[in-house]
């Protein structure tokens, strides 16, 4: 009766060793990309968040500037779409001028365009750019039409 093997030998042992041990990296390389990255979402609807905030914060004022002056203005005293054309923010600020907590990473920047869309004039483009340092930044842009 012939002898029957039983078991593996060592060079198989070895190549399943170096088989599974490559495997074994690979997925764990894809695991630590997944998780140094696994914030980036939470970060970009972080940003969409704020740009909206300061969108909105815009669109409210009206186009002409009742004083008829921006002499003198600060954010807390904007008064009108166009006193917001080039403002610049590092870290994010209320209308009131306080910084927002946890939020000082956001740089926010807006310019605001005057355009004549669809045979109307004097319509503001407002552009709201988030940045944060080591993600994607963010821009949003609405349109503010005068009153007829």
């Known amino acids: 009766m012939p002898y029957k093997q039983q078991g593996v030998t060592l060079v198989e042992l070895i190549i399943s060793i170096v088989i599974i041990s490559t495997a074994l990296a690979g997925i764990l ?16 609807q972080q940003s969409i968040a704020i740009a909206e ?5 815009v669109t409210a004022m009206p186009i002409t500037d009742p004083d008829g002056t921006n002499a003198g203005e600060g954010r807390a005293t904007f008064d009108n779409v166009d006193d917001y054309n080039g403002l610049i923010n590092n870290g994010v600020i209320d209308q009131t001028g306080n910084t927002i907590t ?7 920047s807006i310019a605001i365009d005057n355009q004549t869309i669809n045979g109307i004039n004097n ?10 340092i ?7 842009t609405a349109y503010r039409a005068p009153y007829n």
């Open 29 to 44: 390389g894809l695991i630590n990309v997944t998780v140094l990255h696994s914030a980036d979402p939470i970060m970009q």
């Open 53 to 57: 905030a300061y969108i909105e914060e």
């Open 102 to 108: 946890n939020l000082d990473d956001y740089n926010v």
């Open 123 to 132: 319509v503001r483009v407002i552009t709201v750019n988030v940045r944060r």
């Open 134 to 140: 080591g993600t994607t930044s963010i821009t949003l």
